[in-house]
């Protein structure tokens, strides 16, 4: 049996901490800040000067001249703009990572009323990455400076932090903490027992959906030791590795089907070639989430873009928060322990 002591040493060894500069780090995100802030000034400038002269042009007004050069100024102008603003958000982030919070592991294990975030580590890179995609769909060129400098973990991170801390377990060999959740390091040997006893003291347990065995063994243990209530399952996959992960805990649980869009019709749906099937032009990064009612029955709340009319930054923000807000209300509606 492993003692304490020993058990703080093993896991302060296998922490990134070492390789953080808080120093760097917050120097990274002034820096990264102020090359956002800058971006988007000239790159928004440049839009609307741009559409000026297109405007212009179009109307054959005079100085007919001037506007034509005004509009090609505006395209390196624009994609310098943007440059800096793409390179402010990367900065930023690796600033957010040197000086993200890891816990001292022998006091995490035993803290109450946190929501414990639970994915497969190979789905860290899809996380720590910060959407583009949400700019398109006709929202035009300055959506782009509007979109945030948050990661998909620090967004999930940001959304159920109203329940409590969100704390994870840091993916072995990691150079720098991914920011988001505050993370703690645990040997491999160990990671069962800590595992089962954060989910034993979560007010909320957050699980991403894999069909991995580690993945697969804290769905399982989540059922046996939480109130169906407190679990609450994400769904970053696609469908078929959705109904891969729901064939193999079939007999644990049943859960939905994959939910299908409200509007196929509408034109962001094209039709393929092979079989006709339809595809979505682009989706979000979390596509539902599934909460459990009494005897564990699931309902999956699917964010689904082909209601949305424009696509834009500001229109997505808005549907996420109509369909995640009631079931975080319901969770925060929760005592803060079992």
Known sequence: MTNGNTYFLRNNDRSPRGRQDRAVGRRLIVVGWVLRVSGAVFGLGSVFVAQASVRHLLEGTSHRGGWLTALLVCVPVFFLGWGAFALGRVWAQSGRRHTAQILDPLRAAHSTGHVLYLRPFDLDQVMSAMPLELSGGGAGAANLFFLSGRTQEEDLVRRFGRLGRVVAIGRPGEQLPEAGAERMYVADHEWQRVVSGLIARARVVTLSVGTGRGTVWEFVESLRVLPPERLVLLV??????????????????????????????????????NGGRKRLLWDFALKGVIVFGPDWQPRFVRFDPSTLRVPSVFSVRKLLRRELDPVLDRLEALPPGR
Do not use: G, I, N
């Open 236 to 273: 970053y996959c696609d469908r078929t590795a959705y109904d891969a992960f729901r064939e193999v805990v079939a007999e644990r649980c049943a859960l939905p089907e994959y939910p299908p869009p409200a509007r196929p019709e509408r034109p962001r749906w094209e039709v393929l070639m």
